[in-house]
């Protein structure tokens, strides 16, 4: 982290702005406020103190890249406040940044102007974490990430039952996008108290915001009991939080095993089906991901379960991130990726091939097949190195004896239009299928007085439908830039929201990853953007607390719509 050198100094010229600059060492590779490598226009009479630098943008697949834009680092919560404040007298736009770790347009949009943006990046300082083992609760600054936060938590005997895969995400990020984990309550499993199987969103007590107090932007901590929480829990980017705290429960011990010799077929089957089914692990466990390579026969199933005392069978495990293999490319899967971006889609069977040979051989080989240890260290297994992939697809709320079903439909839906592309000589789809469950954000699971669930989480009870028990993901991946995937998502999406629907399921977007799309893009479906999806807000809920009172919500904490962008701008106008 460089400071700035003399001459930089000098080229800063005089003022705050040089001084803050000097002040605060900026991240390696950035360009410093008033030093010759910045190229574009520097936004005027910005607050002293805070690190401010161009720097490269680039979201997890790649799809969304800026070169440079102005981003900075606020030191404490009051630098956040006195950025809204210049914000709003200098008719900018904040946007906060957490990991970058995902798909969606809810931070920068692609092309959009940003002569008048301001990145905020929370993790270089807004990452300080404290754990109270007198109420169970930890409270972050906004760029903690959630593996640091269950690091102090499992130091402490606490922990989470359902965690997103990567660890690095920020805790403000993840929130903002009501992001779960892969866990329902096994066949007579007592819930832990403390934790939730719905979204992490769930597990808030309070959080602090930057909010319009009617003459200024100022710091306010809001109760779980104080209505307007609830559309702060999952906002999409429309706030600035500066700190959280959740609580959390008994920490426990897990195994995870895995299987690469059951057909899809046999896994996949209906209610009831006999043979080693998703739904018959799910019954034992409650903890199952299957991921199923494409044009391959066995998916990769994981089954995770409380396990006390170590199997004999099982590897103990001291640290997160097992699957070495699926987080490093072989160079083969490298090459075959480049015949995928240069239009050769036909090798998407044996890019299938060589993920679903990479995963048995990798299991093999580090002896990963049954793994115990500390929850985080199995709920963990996603690293940044894994393979950059595009994604799309939703969640179905259902009730839990008719998962089997929604999944059984599913994997035939696709697979029979998988064959009939295949036929035609198109390969629109090369990544893996990708299917979890996890619980709703229910009332009880919050320990503390509560306003409610996060109003726009894709895991919100329906009330019309207290039998629909958990959520469905259903995601399918695909390598960025191949011919006809944007054009597959589309009529899967449409598959889905018209199929799950009625009075056993209805259909909700992952908000986190991609939805909205069009032949060529997603997040470009107008009439999904601005009716279908805020519908999905007003079925089965209150007119009392639904999309609309949350927009409003969101209206009157920023008034000035200093935290939005051209996209949040259509979706939350
Ligand atoms: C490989 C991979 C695996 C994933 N697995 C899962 C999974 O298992 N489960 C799951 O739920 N999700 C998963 N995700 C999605 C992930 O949860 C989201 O993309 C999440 O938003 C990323 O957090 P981030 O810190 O990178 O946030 P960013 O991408 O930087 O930001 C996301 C949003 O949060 C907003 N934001 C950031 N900081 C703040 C703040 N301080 N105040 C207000 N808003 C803020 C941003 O403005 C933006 O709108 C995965 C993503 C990837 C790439």
Not at 108 to 123: A, F, K, P, W
Not at 399 to 413: P, S
Not at 494 to 518: L, N
């Amino acid at each position: 982290m460089p400071e700035l050198n003399r001459r930089q100094f000098i080229a800063a010229g005089a003022g705050a702005l040089a001084v803050t600059s000097v002040l605060r060492p900026v991240p390696a590779g950035a360009a410093p406020f008033g030093s010759s490598d910045t190229t574009i226009p520097a936004p005027p009479n910005f607050p002293a103190g805070i690190p401010l630098y161009q720097q490269r943008y680039q979201n997890w697949s790649k799809e969304i890249i800026l070169d440079a834009i102005w981003t900075c680092s606020p030191v404490t919560p009051d630098d956040v406040v006195r950025l809204a404040n210049w914000a709003h007298e200098n008719s900018y736009r904040i946007r906060p940044r957490g990991a970058m770790h995902g798909w969606t347009p809810l931070t920068i949009v692609n092309g959009e102007n940003i002569d008048r943006v301001v990145l905020v990046d929370t993790m270089v300082h807004l990452n300080g974490i404290s754990v109270d083992p007198s109420t169970s609760t930890v409270t972050a600054g906004a760029g903690a990430t959630i593996e640091a936060m269950l690091a102090q938590l499992e130091d402490n005997g606490l922990g989470w039952v359902s965690v997103p895969a990567p660890g690095v995400l920020s805790v403000a990020g993840a929130l903002a996008v009501d992001a779960h984990g892969a866990a329902i309550p096994a066949a007579g499993e007592t819930p832990v108290a403390g934790t939730t199987y719905g979204s992490l969103s769930n597990l808030v007590t309070s959080l602090t915001a930057v909010v319009w107090n009617g003459s200024a932007y100022a710091l306010r901590t809001f109760d779980r009991s104080e209505p307007e929480i609830t559309p702060l829990l999952t906002h999409l980017g429309r706030a600035f939080l500066t700190s959280v705290t959740m609580q959390a429960g008994a920490n426990s011990r897990m195994r995870c095993q895995s299987y690469t010799d059951i057909g899809w077929r046999e896994m996949f089957g209906a209610t009831g089906a006999p043979g080693r089914t998703f739904e018959s692990y799910l019954g034992r466990t409650g903890r199952v991901e299957a991921i199923w390579y494409p044009f391959t026969e066995n998916p990769w199933l994981k089954v995770w379960s409380i396990c006390p005392d170590k199997p004999v069978t099982a590897r103990e495990v001291t640290g997160p991130y097992n699957y070495a293999f699926s987080d490093n490319l072989p160079e083969v899967a490298s090459d075959l990726i480049g015949q995928l971006t240069a239009g050769n889609t036909f090798i998407a069977p044996a890019f299938g091939q060589v993920f679903y040979g990479t995963t048995v051989a990798g299991l093999a080989a580090t002896a990963s097949s049954d793994l115990w240890g500390w929850a985080k260290d199995l709920q963990f297994y996603i690293k940044p190195s894994t393979l950059l992939l595009t994604e799309g697809g939703g969640a179905v709320i259902t009730n839990r004896a008719d998962v089997a079903q929604v999944i059984h439909d599913f994997t035939q839906w696709f697979s029979e239009r998988v064959a009939y592309y295949q036929s035609i000589g198109q390969f629109p789809i090369n990544g893996p299928v990708e299917i979890r469950c996890c619980g709703m954000d229910a009332a009880a699971d919050v320990l503390v007085d509560s306003a409610g669930p996060p109003t726009i989480s894709a895991m919100r009870p329906r009330p019309d439908h207290p039998e629909w028990d958990t959520a469905v993901w259903l995601n399918v991946l695909g390598v960025p830039g191949t011919p006809g995937m944007f054009a597959f998502y589309r009529e899967m999406e449409q598959w889905m929201r018209s199929h799950y629907t009625g009075t056993t399921a209805t259909f909700r977007p992952e908000w986190s990853k991609g939805w909205a799309f069009s032949t060529e893009l997603p997040y470009k479906d107008a009439a999904v953007i601005e009716d279908t999806l805020p519908n999905t807000y007003r079925e089965g809920v209150p007119a009392s607390e639904n999309w609309d009172t949350a927009r409003a919500t969101f209206d009157s904490l920023d008034p000035h719509r200093i935290y939005s962008n051209t996209f949040i701008d259509r979706l939350l106008p």
